[in-house]
């Protein structure tokens, strides 16, 4: 029994980036210029380049509480400019925009495959410290 309740756990634990790709809108498949996840081959995009996040107009680093976290998801293209920015894991307006307005200032060192710059699909946490 215990044999097979670990490989069932580990495959488990792999299908989940499957199941999102699977789940794109038909949108998201007709993009014009294909997006790659990283896998085998295809060596991921580096940050060379950040913007500090401002605190929001009205707002104050003692309105949020401690480790507050806003979740992004990104394209960083052949050129290694962040692209297509979207909140997935929001910590409010205000500070969503700010995060987002500062992460497009991001510079990265594009991803590869093969040695030839590619656009890929990055999940990126962006932890706002007081």
Do not use: C, E, H
Request: net charge positive.
């Amino acid at each position: 029994m215990r044999r097979n309740l670990i490989p069932a756990l580990l495959l488990g634990s792999m299908l989940f980036p499957v199941a999102a790709v699977a789940s794109q809108t038909k949108a998201d498949a007709s993009l014009s210029t294909p997006n790659f996840r990283v896998s085998t081959g295809v060596v991921a995009p580096a940050v060379l380049d950040t913007a500090q996040v401002t605190v929001p107009q009205g707002a104050s680093l003692d309105s949020i509480p401690v480790g507050a976290q806003v979740g992004l998801t990104l394209i960083v293209d052949q050129n290694g400019t962040p692209r297509n920015i979207q909140v997935v894991k929001p910590l409010n307006a205000y500070w969503d925009a700010s995060v987002v307005n500062a992460v497009s200032q991001f510079r990265f060192r594009p991803g590869t495959i093969d040695n030839k710059p590619i656009p890929v699909d990055v999940n990126l946490t962006v932890t706002i410290a007081r």
